[in-house]
């Protein structure tokens, strides 16, 4: 969602007639959008600030704001903390930035800061998301569209709905007014956007579900052949989004489905309102609607409490799911948060042996699905080339695997088949077939 947030500032920024400068050196406005979910996360960001504050002094007209979750978070205190910074803006007021940078520079912005921080139920979504505002897209090849924002559950560990607010869906004319634009550019795969948009819908005037927006954006927009989604909560995933994955011929095969951890002692502590047993039975389901349908999640090692036997159930839910990837992660106590009120027992050398030895054990599991992919042919859209070599190309499956094939003609922008013929745990190596 940053990366769209981005986007879209960038897009703002263009239409007022900005440039991007070819570097931080010789900018004139640096933004810099943040993210609160770990505390490495923001610690980068307050590293970053001493060359921040080393370009100001050799060039004090240079405008520096922050913007993103540690914007919405930590809000004024920004400009005690950091005083080279002159604009601090939330997750809820993008639309504004614009206005708010051309305000500083030219100096009719009374103090020199400006601090637009908004209440976090945002009711003007549309404006700061849909076609109409902000049509500027990075790539010509993939494209970002925020459906909803915000998240109303409450996992003890987590700040997004202190920094995101509660959950508001996009109308769906919206929605599919950009959908059609990007079929219309060409667009071929498209990441539907939201904290939880298995929730998608929830307080809006129309009777509308994700499941039935996906049915209309498929409707509306035929030529995108792949639409994939990201986030969702395992509570509202369900029997009807699995059998519209399999139906519609644009939603592609691949569930990110946050579980977190395999032990129901942690995942009532965490407050994540679902069990273990819960989760296995949706992933079930899910095998049995998407046979060939591929799999991701995320884990927190070491929440306060976990003990070794938690721990030994989280490795054992890996086994039993056999997720293609998994992104894994130690506990990092967010301020707050109510599970700063746990007591962090679990040692940092003990939160990093479980990361090591979790990570191990998803690599071996990663290693054993792809190089069960050997032999067949598989649909890979071609993203770039590889760093590497030039004449090899990097593309994704509809399951989201990663494809590197050797090839003498661009293949940026194609779809093409293409036989597996070797896996590591994150890559595919194949052949050109079509
Ligand atoms: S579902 Fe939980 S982890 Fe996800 S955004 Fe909401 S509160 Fe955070």
Redesign the pocket.
């Known amino acids: 969602m940053n990366e769209r947030d981005s986007e879209a500032v960038t897009g703002i920024l263009f239409d007022k007639g900005y440039q991007a400068a070819a570097s931080t050196e010789e900018a004139d406005l640096i933004l810099y959008n943040t993210c609160s979910i770990r505390d490495h996360a923001e610690q980068k960001v307050f590293g970053r600030m001493g060359a921040f504050r080393k370009l100001k002094e050799k060039k004090p007209e240079l405008v520096i704001g922050i913007m993103g979750c540690m914007a919405q978070e930590h809000g004024e205190n920004f400009f005690k903390m950091n005083p080279e910074i002159d604009l601090v803006c939330g997750t809820g007021n993008l639309s504004q930035i614009g206005d708010l940078v051309e305000e500083i520079q030219r100096g009719r912005a009374g103090a020199r800061h400006a601090v637009p921080i908004q209440k976090l139920a945002i009711d003007r979504i549309d404006d700061d998301y849909g076609l109409d505002g902000i049509q500027y897209r990075a790539d010509k090849l993939k494209a970002l569209v925020t459906i909803m924002k915000g998240?109303?559950?409450?996992?003890t560990?987590?700040?997004?709905?202190y920094t995101?607010g509660v959950e508001i869906s996009r109308s769906s004319e919206s929605i599919l007014r950009e959908m059609k634009d990007l079929a219309s550019r060409g667009f071929q795969d498209v990441m539907l956007l939201g904290?939880?948009v298995n929730s998608y819908g929830k307080g809006l005037d129309e009777n509308m579900d994700f499941a039935g927006l996906l049915e209309k954006i498929q409707a509306v927009a035929p030529q995108i052949p792949r639409i994939r989604f990201i986030?969702s909560?395992p509570k509202d995933a369900h029997t009807r989004l699995f059998a519209v994955m399999r139906d519609l011929p644009s939603v592609c095969e691949h569930l990110h489905l946050?579980v977190?951890s395999g032990s129901n002692a942690v995942l009532r502590r965490m407050k994540?309102e679902h069990t273990r047993e819960w989760y296995l039975e949706q992933i079930e389901e899910y095998k049995r609607f998407l046979p060939q349908g591929s799999l991701s999640t995320d884990f927190i090692v070491g929440f306060p409490g976990e003990t070794e036997k938690d721990f030994a159930d989280t490795l054992d839910l890996m086994e039993k799911v056999e997720f293609d990837s998994a992104y894994i992660f130690t506990y990092s106590e967010r301020p707050g948060t109510p599970a700063t009120k746990l007591k962090d027992d679990v040692t940092e050398q003990e939160k990093s042996r479980r990361l090591q030895e979790a990570m191990k054990l998803q690599r071996a599991i990663s290693l054993r699905k792809n190089q069960a992919l050997i032999g067949t042919s598989q649909e890979v859209l071609f993203e770039s080339k590889t760093r590497r070599d030039e004449n090899r190309y990097g593309g994704r499956t509809r399951t989201y695997k990663r494809v590197v094939v050797s090839s003498a003609q661009d293949l940026v922008g194609q779809m093409r088949q293409v036989k597996i013929v070797a896996a590591a745990d994150e890559t595919l190596l194949g052949e050109l077939t079509s």
């Open positions: 998240c109303d559950h409450r996992c560990y987590c700040i997004v709905p995101r904290q939880n986030t909560h946050p977190q994540r």
